[in-house]
Every structure is written in C-alpha cells, then in structure tokens.
C-alpha cells in the first residue's frame, strides 16, 4: 500500500465527523462519505465490487486487492464516526454552541464598544437558539433600586427602566444563582405565580434568564425570551450559557467601565476647552459671560445660566 494512498485515506477520515454531524440519516451519511471517496479515487467510480457499509451496500469499480484493503478501512472510519455521532449528539451540540458563542463574548472583552458590540452578542443567541426571539440584558446600574436594558434584539426595549427591589427574578437571584427556565410559561402556576401572569401579558412563551456575576456580585441578568412558539431549552444551552455568562458578566463590566472612562475623559477634555479660552485677567462679569458663551458652543445649548451662592457669615 503506497504511502500517498494512506495520506488519501487520512484526508478522507477527517472529513467523516464533521459529514456525520451534519448528516439527516445514516443513508445519507453514507452517501455522502462515498462521494468524497470517489472525488480523491476517481477510478474507483463505477461497478463490479461492492461492500457492506452500516448495512448499506456501496458499489466501486472492480478493485485488485490493494484497493480492497483501503475501501475496507475507509468503511471502518465511518462506521466509527457514525458511532461516534451516534452516541454524543449532546457533546457535539454543547461543542458547537460554546464555540460560537465564545466568539461572541470574545468581541465584547477585545473591542469595549458597548451598544454595538453587546447588541450584537443578543442578535447572535438569537440566530443561535431555535425559537428565541428576543434576548436582552439588563445592567444594574442603579442597584438596589433600578437597572436598564443595555443590549437587546431587537433593540425596541434599549434604554428601559428594570425596578430591582421587589423584582421577582433579583429577589430569586439574591437567594439562588442557577438559572431561571420555564419551558411553558402557560402551565407554570406554581413556578411563577402572580408573574405568570405578567409574563403572558408581555407575549412570552417560554423563558430563560441567567444572572451575571462578577466576584461574588450580581451585576446584571441575560434573559432569553421565546415569543411566537414554546421552546424547551436542551441542557447544552443551559448548561453552555451558564458557562459563558460569567464571560459575559466580565465584557460588560468593563463595556460599562470604558464608557465612563470615555464620558469623564471628554468631560475633561470640556473643562480644558472652556480655561483655554478665559481670559487672563478680566472681572468678575467679564469671566462668567465668556465661561457662558464657551460652555454655549461647546454643548450646543442655546442659554446658559450660572448661579452665584451668597456666602453666608
């Protein structure tokens, strides 16, 4: 057996996984992996030899005995990578998943841009999770009081007000972190009681919601809503999500933190404009109505109004 046809045979046992994976049965599995055998051994292509491949039979050209011992080994291959696929659809799904969404949560840590890049992250649970169709997260940026829809797709809730003291999912976190998942918003009397209700107002069907935690504080939430169908959530996405929100908790504090990084940095900038352009030596008059008219252009405003506080003795 000459070494470039083994070489042959690697390149076509790779290919096996990702086919099977892929594959709606093992009919097609088979023809698909037959189809990639011919493409590298096109003289094989034909009639005259067949053999038995996951109870299929797959014919080839009339064959000597070298090209026999390979067709058999490649048969080997499939049949172990359709085992394989077979036993661990589960792994597959949880591999696939955390790829994909580690490539989401990898944009919010290197690229900081909050709006963007957060929205972005809940466009893609979206295309992600079949039937979910809207994903927000909330930052609990006025904790214990309120916190606000940061990210969301779609993006018509941006900007929304969340009271935390009396909130059933911020109560339930201080108590529990797993995650909150009702499959069947309609049916969960006991789960949910009176915001059962509430949630079927608001068109939810089925619902997942993930704290945020960063060292031990909660900073925000990650929910997962299924509006036009029910969705029961498989195991690899709870327990893959569960997995990445800690990531996520991390990208969004510090979207949050470079933001106001950015707003003190250009309200710095602002106040080095504005003594830039006093002047050195004027009277008290003189210096408030040019500080005005600076602070004027510079904002935008159209009227600016400084107060002067008597000094009380």
């Not at 009176?194 to 949630?199: D, P």
């Not at 030596?281 to 904002?299: A, I």
Request: glycine share 6%.
């Amino acid at each position: 057996m000459e070494v470039s046809h083994l070489q042959s045979l690697r390149q076509l046992s790779l290919r096996l996984n990702s086919q099977a994976a892929t594959a709606t049965s093992r009919a097609s599995f088979v023809e698909a992996a037959h189809a990639s055998l011919l493409e590298i051994w096109p003289e094989l292509k034909g009639s005259g030899w067949q053999t038995t491949v996951l109870s299929r039979e797959v014919e080839f050209a009339t064959a000597n005995a070298t090209w026999q011992e390979l067709i058999l080994l490649w048969g080997q291959f499939v049949e172990r990578a359709w085992q394989q696929q077979s036993e661990s659809p589960a792994v597959l799904e949880r591999l696939n998943l955390y790829d994909s969404l580690s490539k989401l949560v990898q944009r919010i840590w290197t690229e900081l841009s909050e709006t963007e890049v957060l929205n972005s992250a809940c466009k893609g649970i979206v295309e992600l999770i079949p039937h979910v169709d809207r994903v927000g997260i909330v930052y609990n940026d006025d904790a214990p009081n309120y916190g606000h829809v940061v990210a969301a797709y779609p993006a018509d809730v941006i900007g929304q007000a969340i009271q935390l003291e009396g909130n059933w999912v911020f109560e339930r976190f201080q108590q529990d972190n797993s995650p909150i998942v009702v499959n069947d918003v309609e049916t969960a009397y006991d789960e949910l009681g009176a915001n059962r209700e509430i949630l079927m107002n608001f068109g939810v069907k089925s619902i997942m919601i993930l704290p945020l935690i960063v060292s031990g504080t909660i900073i925000g939430t990650l929910g997962l809503d299924a509006l036009k169908q029910r969705h029961t959530f498989s195991e690899a996405e709870i327990d893959v999500l569960s997995a990445i929100s800690g990531q996520m908790a991390v990208g969004l504090q510090n979207a949050q933190l470079f933001k106001m990084l950015q707003e003190r940095t250009a309200s710095q900038e602002l106040f080095n404009q504005v003594i830039a352009g006093l002047p050195l030596r004027s009277d008290l008059n003189t210096l408030l109505q040019t500080t005005g008219t600076s602070l004027g252009q510079l904002l935008g405003a159209s009227r600016v109004t400084i107060h002067l506080a008597e000094e009380q003795g």
